[in-house]
């Protein structure tokens, strides 16, 4: 490094300095390159099967070169307003974000700061941590429940609201959440919300809510109104099955929504993903297709790995949290070298576990085919 560079780099805050980029895990490019002909098994990124909605190709096929040459729509409007309808909200309660990744940064930009706290739980998304640690914040983790032989990890609320400091400033929640696929009941939410103090917002992450079916469970949006604490966001990477496109949205109090629209960049969502995804909003069907696929795909994938004698946690997402109660590092090596791409869980805390997304049958196939091989 040379002199002058090494005083650039002594520049950025002492926040950032201690920050760690993003590990994207396997060159999945690389992966695929060397795995033609027989293509992969990718079940590590909780990336839809199903793809999106056929009306997205219509859309897509019909985009005008005039929409390409032009800066994007800055406001949103059509697609803001899709979502309204869809949803019963005002427009002027939603924020649009290239990826919900993009939002959760800056709800940690708008709320948090040197010497504040951002709770979240154990086990929960890592975006949470690094939108706190990006702005000098201290992430704090109230402990999940400990998984015993019939309960798995996931979320205690009392233990959130119990780790609520003056020094609170923002609160993360996914639901169901990431990495464990559990999921958190309407009442018990709702109870939560109550117990947390007006002044502190709380981020419900509903990137997995479509796949909800769980008595019981339901999205934080009919909460909104009374609670102008609560801030829900969404995305179209996970059930619209969108995730190369970049978009997400939040709904929040307007003057939430103010500070938010402070720090967005103008043009955060491109042309293409404002029309597509205002397209994959007109197919609703699809949206049935995808959940009756996972509900499909999460009974038979549950039955064959507790028949291969792992811990499966129960979920409500597309993917499933795997406990293989011994270093799962070999067995994701072993499952690499046969095609079959899962989510190694170390960087969570959890290196007896991997995570698997549902796919097509055959690669369901393809992961218990290769799994019992590794299991030897
Ligand atoms: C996948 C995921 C997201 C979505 O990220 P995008 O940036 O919208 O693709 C958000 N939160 C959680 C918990 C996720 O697993």
Known sequence: MSNATARIVARPTAAIARL?????????????????????????????????????????????????????????????????DQHGVDPAQIVLGNGSHELLMLLGQGFAGPGDEVLCSEFSFAVFALSALAVGATPVYAPANPRSDAMPRGHALDALANAVSERTRLIFLANPNNPTGTWL??????????????????????????????PGADSALGLCAEHPNLIVTRTFSKAFGL????????LADPGVVAVIERLRESFNVGALGLVLAT??????????????????????????????????????????????????????????????????????????????????????ARLLDALTGALQ
């Not at 990718?42 to 999106?52: K, R």
């Not at 018990?188 to 769980?214: G, K, S, T």
């Not at 011994?326 to 499952?335: F, G, Q, S, T, V």
Request: aromatic share 6%.
């Open 20 to 84: 760690k980029a993003y590990d994207p895990g396997h060159d999945l490019v690389a992966l695929r390159a060397r795995a033609t002909p027989q293509a992969l098994a990718e079940l590590g990124s909780n990336e839809s099967p199903l793809g999106p909605p056929a009306a997205v190709f219509e859309a897509l096929a019909a985009i005008s070169p005039e929409t390409l040459w032009r800066y994007p729509d800055p406001r949103g409007g059509l697609l803001k307003r899709a979502l309204a």
């Open 279 to 364: 397209a994959a909003l007109s197919q609703p069907e699809h949206l049935a297709r995808v959940r009756a696929h996972a509900a499909a795909a999460r009974a038979a994938l549950t039955a064959a790995l507790v028949a291969l004698g792992v811990f499966v946690h129960p979920s409500q997402t597309n993917f499933l949290l795997v406990d293989f109660e011994r270093d799962a590092a070999p067995i994701e090596r072993a499952l690499i070298a046969r095609g079959v791409v899962t989510r190694p869980m170390v960087g969570y805390g959890l290196p007896s576990c991997l995570r698997i997304n549902f796919g097509m049958p055959a690669d369901h």
């Open 243 to 250: 995730a190369g496109l970049r978009v997400g949205w939040l």
């Open 185 to 214: 009941g309407r009442d018990e939410l709702a109870r939560f919300v109550r117990q947390v103090p007006a002044q502190v917002p709380i981020v419900i992450d509903e990137a997995y809510v479509e796949y909800l079916d769980a």
